[in-house]
């Protein structure tokens, strides 16, 4: 029998060596460098340290966005959130109303959009996203639809929210797609001003699923006590009645919602240093006349008072000079704070002072107690409302 014998080839291994000369570290004393170049050497390391830190921030960013994968018109964000591109979806946020728009495109194949709806009512046609040509869109009441007001304390804003249902397609009894479900908020600004001269538009801001919106405040004055008919460029006779009204949103209630006029004063225009105080809602014991059983020094008086069917303060004081005035004829600026607060907020600057009840007050030892508080802090929605009137030719002997 033969034996097999393998073929084995033996060859040296010579291993690769790279040699170099070593070269030692070499102490570089700064002593020798001139102060311009140490200055420029501690720049350089500042500027390289930052941006790496920069670059590897950008890294964990790209890294947890690449981690993520989307559908088709969405994108992810740093956070590896998935948001629609730009433009896809809007909110508009009105005085009453919200309205959203979004593209078709951005719905996955097992949506029912048919099916979709805002808030806990599935067969609400009003509820429900309309197809037009630029796409689906929905306009409801701010009261509508399941939204839900809360107070941001932060950011001392109104927040109204809503959220949209897009269940997936059925496949006869199943499906294989996940229900999707889309939250949209408005928020409300703090502070604003109005004339009855110059309309304030409601400010929109269109953005993905939130954006900012402002509450609508009119001031207006009245040719009598009935509030009926608004007074145009009439003049105002001085110790007769001057009839004024503060309208929030067109005069249309929102629930949960309470506003009142702070502070109303008359200002001098033609010294507009000289103001003269006719109301103080969050007043202090030592201003007597303003709701603590004392005369009004123009007997202000509120005549009507918002309720379930209308958003609307009526009310009046007594005409008055400024003795500085010595013209025929003065002209004056009626300015109010308005605050807007959510009914829920005790001791707001809606419930302090002249507007204070047992009902509305906090409970020992919750909400905020310190009645010192700046009231502008307390209130959740601030505006100022300015209305001017001049007086009559026969200013100030009328009477």
């Known amino acids: ?68 994968q989307c559908q088709d018109f969405w994108y992810a964000t740093p956070e590896g959130d998935c948001v629609p591109e730009q433009g896809m979806v809007q909110t508009e946020c009105h005085g009453n109303t919200m309205s959203i728009k979004f593209d078709p495109r951005v719905l996955g194949d097992g949506q029912d959009i048919d099916a979709a709806y805002v808030g806990e009512d599935k067969i609400d046609q009003n509820c429900m996203p309309v197809n037009t040509p630029d796409g689906y869109e929905l306009t409801f009441g701010l009261d509508n639809c399941g939204t839900t007001l ?118 001098n225009l033609e010294n507009t240093e000289e103001f003269f105080q006719v109301w103080n809602s969050g007043y202090e014991l030592e201003e007597a006349g303003m709701c603590d059983g004392n005369l009004n020094p123009v007997n202000f008086e509120v005549l009507q008072s918002p309720n379930d069917q209308s958003a609307f303060y009526g009310m009046q004081y007594r005409g008055f000079a400024f003795g500085s005035v010595s013209g025929s004829s003065g002209e004056q600026q009626l300015k109010c704070l308005v605050n807007v607060c959510h009914v829920d907020v005790c001791n707001s600057a809606c419930t ?34 300015v209305s001017s009137f001049v007086y009559p030719e026969c200013y100030p002997n009328c009477y």
Request: charged share 20%; glycine share 4%; hydrophobic share 35%.
């Open 1 to 68: 029998m033969a034996k097999f014998q393998p073929l084995v080839q033996v060859v040296d291994y010579v291993p690769q060596i790279q040699v170099v000369d070593y070269v030692p570290p070499v102490r570089v004393t700064y002593t020798d460098l001139n102060a311009d170049l140490m200055a420029m050497l501690q720049t350089v390391t500042h500027t390289v340290t930052h941006d790496q830190d920069a670059d590897q921030d950008a890294d964990i960013g790209a890294d947890a966005a690449a981690d993520v």
């Open 150 to 267: 809360s107070y941001d304390e932060e950011s001392e804003t109104l927040k109204y929210t809503a959220e949209m249902v897009i269940p997936p397609k059925m496949q006869g009894f199943i499906y294989f797609d996940q229900q999707m479900s889309w939250t949209f908020t408005c928020s409300y600004s703090t502070k604003y001003d109005v004339t009855d001269e110059v309309t304030i538009a409601t400010s929109v801001s269109k953005q993905n699923f939130e954006a900012q919106g402002s509450f609508d405040v009119d001031l207006s004055f009245y040719q009598t006590e009935n509030f009926e008919n608004v007074a145009e460029d009439e003049p105002f006779m001085i110790g007769k009645p001057v009839h004024f009204g503060i309208t929030l949103n067109g005069g249309v209630p929102l629930k949960n919602l309470v506003f009142v006029p702070g502070n109303c004063e008359v200002i």
């Open 352 to 385: 302090l002072g002249c507007f204070a009840t047992p009902e509305n007050q906090c409970d020992e030892g919750s909400g905020e107690s310190d009645q010192d508080q700046d009231s502008e802090q307390d209130a959740a929605q601030v505006s100022n409302v």
